[in-house]
């Protein structure tokens, strides 16, 4: 049930009278304040030469929130942000320490940073001073995907972190495929440079197997050797993370109400909720309105990256903000409001949302649902992720199943690898639109989990041949609808 008689009634600008009179000749009797089904007020409308658009309330709220697209003159460079991501114990976590020892603390005053989920730094010296970058601070591939997953883009270039007297690992392959999947430039920073048994020709060539030809050796992919330890050529990355972002033209419009996004909230005891927000277009200030999912409140303060109290945030800048009666969640977007009445009322419409979330919860793409979608002409590409007990059937399966590939419909294979299924191939899945095959594996309970919430598929075999027949049939529209 939508709206009622009388709303329907002045939606098409005649009276209400009508409207009821109309029902009636359909034998339904509706009173004034009386809510009508799709059908009704469909074969209602049409008798007025209406014809009626269903919008979720999703599209609504977002609708509510479209944004004006800045004049080309209002635009100014901001900082790239960064997302650092790799293998375990590769170095991600000494690489942003350092980073901020080294660029943010010395120098300023106080000099005792803050963890807030993002820091900025300003490079000091060279042909890049004055220019910053901001670091989200949490390091790995499980929070980038999170946020892509709900929806926000906010890393623009990533750094991914190999330990030079190691090798190319699962995650880090893992991590190249988050970044590729999402379209973020990626720069390797090949770490503990330091060591003496660092071999970064030999990450070079584990590169090159998985496809990646890094810029030394004549390919595309800027490296550089680092070491998180003695800062030996951080200096340098960061100037390839600068250029990078320079290809990117990253502009924002810093003379407007702030839009940006939610990186992390908490209830601090002392403060209250706490929010950090990353801005990416405009200026946020204290006494602002801020709608943040489904939280709005005024700014009463805000703290930078260094445990200073500021007034204003332009782009880019990550800020921890006082004032919202609620924790959203990382990911949310926020917007500043002209009215408290205007963000009121988006942000109880975002609540009964929330509240309808299960029913509504996105439709992910399952084998079952490809010839529905086929039949409606959206499908074009199906997303795979495959997990194996072996890489030779991992392989054998990806090969084969890139092989269903026809003019309609594109086969791409997004993520591969030995192992359970984890919950980061499940939140790959969720950002991707993806299935999840096994093939001799299992999901781990949280990946079920996840999966069951997001609605995402997870197909287990034990024979590849079964596997490849079941995707083709799907594809070809063929497949038994399961019970
Ligand atoms: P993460 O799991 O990727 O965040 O890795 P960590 O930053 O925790 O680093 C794992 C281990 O490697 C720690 O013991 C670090 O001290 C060490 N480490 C990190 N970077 C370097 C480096 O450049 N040189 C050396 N020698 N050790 C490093």
Redesign the pocket.
């Known amino acids: 049930e939508f709206i009622s008689a009388a709303e329907l009634a002045s939606l098409m600008n005649v009276s209400v009278n009508e409207v009821i009179a109309a029902c009636m000749r359909m034998g339904i009797f509706a009173s004034i304040n009386q809510r009508l089904d799709a059908e009704t007020i469909q074969i209602v409308a049409l008798e007025f030469n209406y014809e009626v658009e269903f919008i979720s309330a999703e599209e609504e709220v977002n609708f509510d929130m479209a944004e004006e697209v800045d004049a080309e003159e209002d635009l100014q460079t901001r900082a790239p942000i960064v997302t650092i991501m ?10 942003l ?1 350092y980073i901020r020892r080294a660029k943010v603390a010395s120098g300023e005053a106080g000099g005792i940073t803050q963890h807030i989920g993002a820091y900025s730094v300003k490079i000091k010296e060279g042909p890049n001073k004055g220019k910053s970058i901001t670091f989200l601070d949490t ?1 790995g591939h499980e929070a980038f995907t999170a946020m892509r997953a709900r929806g926000a883009k906010i890393t623009d270039v990533v750094i991914i ?1 190999i ?1 030079a007297d190691d090798s190319v690992m699962p995650q880090t392959r893992e991590a190249i495929n988050h970044a590729q999947n999402a379209g973020v430039p990626i720069v390797f920073a090949l ?5 003496p048994n660092a071999n970064p020709d030999k990450i070079r060539e584990d590169l090159a197997k998985e496809n990646i030809l890094v810029e030394s050796w004549g390919g595309k992919f800027q490296e550089q050797e ?5 800062g030996i050529g951080v200096d340098d990355l960061l100037d390839k993370v600068l250029l990078e972002a320079e290809l990117l033209e990253l502009k924002a419009n810093p003379n407007r109400n702030a839009v940006g996004t939610v990186i992390e909230a908490s209830l601090d005891k002392g403060k209250g909720y706490v929010s950090t927000i990353l801005v990416e277009t405009g200026t946020l200030k204290v006494g602002d309105i801020v709608l943040a999912g489904q939280y709005f409140g005024r700014v009463r303060a805000m703290i930078n990256d260094l445990g200073t109290r500021i007034k204003e945030a332009g782009p880019s800048i990550p800020v921890q903000i006082l004032g919202l009666p609620g924790a959203p969640q990382a990911g949310d977007k926020f917007n500043v409001m002209e009215s408290e009445r205007e963000a009121r009322e988006i942000a109880n419409k975002r609540e009964q949302l929330n509240r309808e979330m299960s029913i509504r919860a996105k439709k992910h793409i399952t084998l079952d649902e490809i010839g529905r979608r086929k039949a409606i002409g959206t499908f074009k590409e199906l997303n795979i992720i495959i997990k194996g007990d072996v890489d030779g059937s991992v392989e054998a399966l990806a090969d084969s199943l890139l092989k269903l590939s026809t003019d309609e419909v594109q086969v791409n294979i997004i993520h591969k690898g030995v192992g359970q299924i984890s919950e980061s191939d499940v939140t790959l899945a969720s950002a991707a639109d993806a299935i999840v095959v096994g093939f001799q594996v299992r999901p781990s309970n949280n990946a079920r989990k996840i999966a069951e919430n997001e609605q995402i598929e997870i197909r287990l075999y034990s024979i590849i041949y079964d596997a490849i027949n079941e995707i083709k049939d799907a594809m070809e529209g063929l497949l038994a609808p399961k019970e």
């Not at 790799?86 to 690489?95: A, F, I, N, R, Y």
């Not at 770490?191 to 060591?195: A, E, G, H, T």
């Not at 680092?226 to 003695?230: C, D, E, F, R, W």
């Open positions: 790799g293998h375990v114990d590769h170095g991600k976590t000494s690489l320490d390091p972190v330990s770490n503990k440079i330091d060591k680092v070491s998180a330890k003695s």
